[in-house]
């Protein structure tokens, strides 16, 4: 899991290079509403067709295989017109696929921005004031995509937690960041969540795990402190918390574990 969610990350971050930002989660404040509106299209530019991404390791279509996906402008307005906005781990969770096209498009109301399109009918949009949004397009019409999901109301599925036993933790250190997003808030130092080592240990021995779903649901957080923890058994893990009280757990060969807490210390903040 861990491998394939840096793959895909990295893979998207070359995808769509103009695009200031790619989020962990919803994007920490920049994310389009699921209210947003597509509005009426005003002019499509496509900037690669048939595209492949080499570095996507979850997926294992050719660059041969690629070069049949192939949009042209009604489809891309089509596309964006009858699709559904999502989240981005209902956008992670579907399937990925190496075969993807790419362009900048303009909408009557003024807005404009950067799209990415791939088979499996995932699409993205980045808008020039740096809002980013997920979209899946079930209706799209064009022959190229594959067989659409069927997608439920919430189709990340609710799992219960992974019930992962931590045991003690021994040791615990901090990063500036390289595992997880980081918001332009923080890039810009405008976060100042700052934890010690007896705060990551508190807050992971007092967190609810909870499933994906529910994580997801939770409010994120602009801001967050990170790095690595050895627990007593030996295992290494990376870990995230949010100044929302939202972490992640990545036991090394292991998938990502979710917890909701609360504040390990009075007074934390951003």
Same mark, same amino acid.
């Given at each position: 899991?861990v491998? $394939?969610?840096?793959?895909?990350? %990295?893979?998207?971050?070359?995808?769509?290079?103009a695009?200031s930002?790619?989020?962990? =989660?919803?994007n +920490?404040?920049?994310?389009?509403?699921? /209210?947003?509106?597509v509005s009426?299209i005003?002019?499509?530019?496509?900037?690669?067709?048939?595209?492949w @991404?080499?570095?996507?390791?979850?997926s294992?279509?050719?660059?041969s295989e690629c /070069?049949?996906?192939?949009?042209?402008?009604?489809? #891309?307005?089509?596309?964006? $017109?009858?699709?559904?906005?999502i989240d981005?781990?209902?956008?992670?969770?579907?399937?990925?696929? $190496?075969?993807?096209?790419i362009?900048?498009?303009?909408?009557?109301?003024?807005?404009?921005?950067?799209?990415?399109?791939?088979?499996? +009918?995932?699409?993205?949009?980045?808008?020039?004031?740096?809002?980013l949004?997920y979209?899946?397009?079930?209706?799209? $019409?064009?022959?190229?995509?594959?067989?659409?999901?069927?997608?439920? @109301?919430?189709?990340?599925?609710?799992?219960?937690a992974?019930s992962l036993?931590?045991?003690?933790? #021994? %040791?615990?250190?901090?990063?500036?960041?390289?595992?997880?997003?980081?918001?332009?808030a923080?890039?810009?130092?405008?976060?100042?969540? #700052?934890l010690?080592? @007896?705060?990551?240990?508190?807050?992971?021995s007092? &967190?609810?795990q909870?499933?994906?779903a529910?994580f997801?649901?939770?409010?994120?957080?602009?801001?967050h &402190?990170? =790095?690595?923890?050895?627990?007593?058994?030996?295992?290494?893990?990376?870990w995230?918390?949010?100044?929302?009280?939202?972490?992640?757990?990545? #036991?090394?060969?292991?998938?990502?574990?979710?917890?909701?807490? @609360?504040?390990?210390?009075? =007074?934390?903040?951003?």
């Amino acid at each position: 899991m861990v491998t $394939r969610f840096l793959a895909c990350l %990295s893979c998207f971050i070359l995808l769509l290079p103009a695009f200031s930002q790619i989020p962990l =989660g919803d994007n +920490r404040g920049h994310a389009l509403p699921p /209210s947003y509106k597509v509005s009426r299209i005003r002019s499509v530019h496509i900037r690669e067709n048939g595209a492949w @991404a080499k570095d996507l390791s979850s997926s294992d279509e050719t660059e041969s295989e690629c /070069s049949a996906f192939v949009l042209c402008e009604k489809d #891309v307005r089509d596309f964006f $017109r009858s699709s559904r906005p999502i989240d981005w781990y209902t956008w992670d969770y579907l399937p990925y696929t $190496r075969c993807h096209a790419i362009g900048e498009i303009t909408f009557v109301n003024g807005d404009k921005g950067r799209w990415f399109i791939d088979r499996n +009918r995932r699409g993205s949009l980045m808008l020039a004031d740096g809002r980013l949004g997920y979209f899946y397009g079930e209706k799209a $019409r064009a022959k190229v995509f594959d067989a659409p999901m069927g997608l439920a @109301a919430d189709p990340v599925p609710n799992r219960a937690a992974r019930s992962l036993i931590l045991g003690r933790i #021994v %040791s615990v250190t901090f990063s500036q960041g390289g595992s997880f997003y980081t918001s332009d808030a923080q890039k810009a130092g405008q976060c100042s969540f #700052v934890l010690n080592e @007896a705060e990551v240990r508190r807050f992971f021995s007092n &967190a609810r795990q909870v499933a994906q779903a529910d994580f997801s649901r939770a409010t994120p957080g602009e801001c967050h &402190a990170e =790095g690595g923890l050895r627990l007593e058994d030996g295992r290494e893990a990376e870990w995230l918390i949010e100044d929302t009280w939202r972490g992640v757990l990545v #036991v090394k060969g292991e998938e990502f574990t979710y917890f909701l807490g @609360a504040n390990p210390r009075q =007074g934390a903040g951003k």
